[in-house]
T-cell receptor, first 110, second 115 residues
Framework: GQNIDQPTEMTATEGAIVQINCTYQTSGFNGLFWYQQHAGEAPTFLSYNVLDGLEEKGRFSSFLSRSKGYSYLLLKELQMKDSASYLC???????????WGAGTKLIIKP | DTEVTQTPKHLVMGMTNKKSLKCEQH?????MYWYKQKAKKPPELMFV???????INESVPSRFSPECPNSSLLNLHLHALQPEDSALYLCASSQQGAGTGTEAFFGQGTRLTVV
């Protein structure tokens, strides 16, 4: 079967760093996406990894290891507005279908 | 313009009503999607249109009927819905193919309540 695992919830402190992990088992791999979703709003694209390694984009970085079926999203200098759900999604064999993780709810405390 | 616009933002409808959700994008994307999302769950793919043709129908009940009038517009016609169909309906679009730059852009969604 196809499966994506992420922690259900994480808590971190404003100004700190947090790492959200995602492990996947899919039939086929054509890239991994991270999305941010605030409650009641649409998901917004954060990052895309298709090759092993780290992609950095401002305060957010995403890492991929295809051999381990593993990715993480690293958020630095956390701000209160970073409180949201973070969704990991893998594009498998289809160009259109994404396999979604259940999302990690990140709570930022002052 | 990197926006996907959905209307209406909120919709309450009875089980005998007929209504339509609308979605528009002007990014030149040729793939457009309808997703359904329940609270605290990830988006669930319903339909995919590629070059204005229905490419994927994820075994969605016929009370949901998609339509793609042109490359910028996507509609979802609703008829005889059930209370369990209440959810956030998300439209998305993307460039064709795989690789960098093919991420999906989502609209703000329509919060649908069936009474």
């Amino acid at each position: 079967g196809q499966n994506i695992d992420q922690p259900t919830e994480m808590t971190a402190t404003e100004g700190a760093i947090v790492q959200i992990n995602c492990t996947y088992q899919t039939s086929g791999f054509n890239g991994l996406f991270w999305y941010q979703q605030h409650a009641g709003e649409a998901p917004t694209f954060l990052s895309y990894n298709v090759l092993d390694g780290l992609e950095e984009k401002g305060r957010f970085s995403s890492f991929l290891s295809r051999s381990k079926g593993y990715s993480y999203l690293l958020l630095k200098e956390l701000q209160m507005k970073d409180s949201a759900s973070y969704l990991c999604a893998v594009r498998g064999n289809s160009n259109y279908q994404l396999i979604w993780g259940a999302g990690t709810k990140l709570i930022i405390k002052p | 313009d990197t926006e996907v616009t959905q209307t209406p933002k909120h919709l309450v409808m009875g089980m005998t009503n007929k209504k339509s959700l609308k979605c528009e994008q002007h990014m030149g994307h040729r793939a457009m999607y309808w997703y359904k999302q329940k609270a605290k769950k990830p988006p669930e793919l319903m339909f995919v249109y590629s070059y204005e043709k229905l490419s994927i129908n994820e075994s969605v009940p016929s009370r949901f009927s998609p339509e793609c009038p042109n490359s910028s517009l996507l509609n979802l016609h609703l008829h005889a819905l059930q209370p369990e169909d209440s959810a956030l309906y998300l439209c998305a679009s993307s460039q064709q193919g795989a690789g960098t730059g093919t991420e999906a852009f989502f609209g703000q969604g329509t919060r649908l309540t069936v009474v």
